[in-house]
């Protein structure tokens, strides 16, 4: 009885090892915030020349001109291990449709630099706010 429990305990305990490898060697998925990674992602070229390749391609609608808007757009979305924007969301808009032209604009960018921890690329979730009307 004694050597059935002893085997029956190895099994479970390399069972348990099998499973956590086979979790560590699918990658991680998870979605860290800018703050607990190493390295965090960035536009290539650096926040500027993101700020500029924003301006260059978003439309400013006519309506917000005419009133001197200066609201901010805001937005949330994920830096992938490759670099590619995903799950782009709005979590403040200026009401002149601006929402999908966010979304427009973010869809538009090329490949961003990712960020790492621990030596590998990692996804990060990442804020950001944009005036389309004066400012940054």
């Given at each position: 009885m004694k050597n059935l429990l002893t085997i029956l305990s190895?099994?479970?305990l390399s069972l348990t090892y099998a499973q956590n490898k086979s979790a560590e060697n699918s990658g991680d998925n998870r979605i860290y915030s800018s703050e607990k990674v190493e390295v965090?992602?960035?536009f290539k070229d650096g926040t500027e020349?993101?700020?500029d390749f924003i301006k260059a391609n978003?439309?400013?609608p006519k309506q917000m001109v005419e009133t001197y808007n200066t609201s901010a757009v805001t937005s949330t979305f994920v830096v992938e291990k490759d670099g590619s924007l995903s799950d782009i969301k709005i979590t403040k808009d200026t009401g002149?449709?601006?929402e999908a032209e966010m979304i427009r604009v973010l869809k538009l960018m090329p490949a961003w630099l990712p960020a790492e921890l621990?030596?590998?690329k990692v996804r990060v979730l990442f804020e950001l706010t944009y005036r389309p009307n004066g400012g940054s």
């Open positions: 190895l099994t479970f965090r992602a960035e020349k993101m700020r978003f439309a400013v002149f449709n601006t621990n030596g590998k």
